[in-house]
Nanobody, 127 residues
Framework: QVQLVESGGDSVQAGGSLRISCVAS????????MGWFRQAPGQEREGIAA???????KYVDSVKGRFTISRDNAKNTLYLDMNSLKPEDSAIYYC?????????????????????WGQGTQVTVSS
């Protein structure tokens, strides 16, 4: 059974930094395609960072240069490092994974491509 558990969400001031984590069980992060998404109240879920199973990375324009997706294979954990946070970054952040073994030569930011989701972690940025 695949389980994704996010943690690390917090309330921070604008300009601050935060690292959120996603620990996977029943699933090998290194071999598969994963992503980070966020959803603010009243808005659709938005893909913000993703990795392909060959190591390519992709970011939505609004976070390029500020956010970094990475992984620790030994810990089977996916990370999202967020710098220069803005109030508009406030949202629930979700970790997601594609079906195990699915090939994705290029990372996807489309939620419809992902089969497994975590419960989310809240990030609030105050001005």
């Amino acid at each position: 059974q695949v389980q994704l558990v996010e943690s690390g969400g917090d309330s921070v001031q604008a300009g601050g930094s935060l690292r959120i984590s996603c620990v996977a069980s029943g699933y090998i992060i290194q071999d598969n395609c994963m992503g980070w998404f966020r959803q603010a109240p009243g808005q659709e879920r938005e893909g913000i960072a993703a990795k392909s199973n060959n190591g390519r990375l992709k970011y939505v324009d609004s976070v390029k240069g500020r956010f970094t997706i990475s992984r620790d294979n030994a810990k089977n954990t996916l990370y999202l490092d967020m710098n220069s946070l803005k109030p508009e970054d406030s949202a629930i952040y979700y970790c997601a994974a594609m079906a195990a073994g699915r090939l994705c030569w290029f990372p996807s930011l489309d939620p419809a491509d992902f089969s497994y989701w975590g419960q989310g972690t809240q990030v609030t940025v105050s001005s």
